[in-house]
């Protein structure tokens, strides 16, 4: 089945540096990949969507330069944290879809990293 | 925009009874899909279930099924013969609009 690496999984690091997420589809190709965070008993929320060549789409009260996303090619996306604060601990998760276009397609998540800032 | 309620936030089950997990959604839209997933403590997002609204049959995966009734919005998710390893948070999810939505889940508890 479809696999999804997330990279790394843990990150402990200080205040003011920035942060480097990987987000790879192992066995597809990717148009889309998506960034969610998610805090501790809570539900996942999308934070972007991703899209191979072009710029990322940020839901409303994310920001982007905080948040910057590439995703260079077809099974490589990255998210970077930009001068990471205590704040920005949380738990990140990627996900990708096929490149078909179906809806039905499920998005396929990675194991996600948690970042903590101290 | 589009919203998913799940209205249970914690569930318990006897080990090899049945249990149902209730999800509603609201939306406008009359293409979309409906998905549940699952995250156990290791915190990975895994497939349980899916759902296309076009298809009045409902869904199912050996011993998970769903209840979709579309005229009501809703999105209900049965596990029979429940087993130690179905403890996890469940998450009820909408596709549309190229957006995947989730429900704030509900904490299921197998009881041995």
């Known amino acids: 089945g479809a696999v999804v690496s997330q990279h790394p999984s843990r990150v402990i690091c200080k205040s003011g540096t920035s942060v480097k997420i990987e987000c790879r589809s192992l066995?597809?190709?990717?148009?889309?990949m998506f960034w969610y965070r998610q805090f501790p008993k809570q539900s996942l929320m999308l934070m972007a969507t991703?899209?191979?060549?072009?710029?990322?789409?940020?839901e409303q009260g994310v920001e982007k330069d905080k948040f910057l996303i590439n995703h260079a090619s077809l099974t490589l996306s990255t998210l970077t944290v930009t001068s990471a604060h205590p704040e920005d601990s949380s738990f990140y998760i990627c996900?990708?879809?096929?490149?078909?276009?179906?809806?039905?397609?499920?998005?396929?998540f990675g194991d996600g990293t948690r970042l903590s800032i101290l | 925009a589009q919203t998913v309620t799940q209205s249970q936030p914690e569930m318990s089950v006897q080990e090899a009874e049945t249990v149902t997990l209730s999800c509603t959604y609201d939306?406008?839209?009359?293409?979309?899909?409906l998905f549940w997933y699952k995250q156990p403590p290791s915190r990975q997002m895994i497939l349980v279930i899916r759902?296309?609204?076009?298809?009045?049959q409902n869904a199912t995966e050996n011993r998970f099924s769903v209840n979709f009734q579309k005229a009501a919005k809703s999105f209900s998710l049965k596990i029979s013969d429940s087993q130690l390893g179905d403890a996890a948070m469940y998450f009820c999810s909408y596709f549309g609009n190229e957006k995947l939505t989730f429900g704030t889940g509900t904490r299921l508890t197998i009881i041995p």
């Open positions: 759902q296309e609204a076009y298809k009045q």
């Open positions: 066995d597809f190709q990717a148009t889309t």
């Open positions: 939306t406008s839209e009359s293409d979309y899909y």
């Open positions: 996900s990708a879809r096929m490149e078909d276009r179906s809806k039905n397609q499920p998005q396929h």
């Open positions: 991703s899209n191979e060549g072009s710029k990322a789409t940020y």
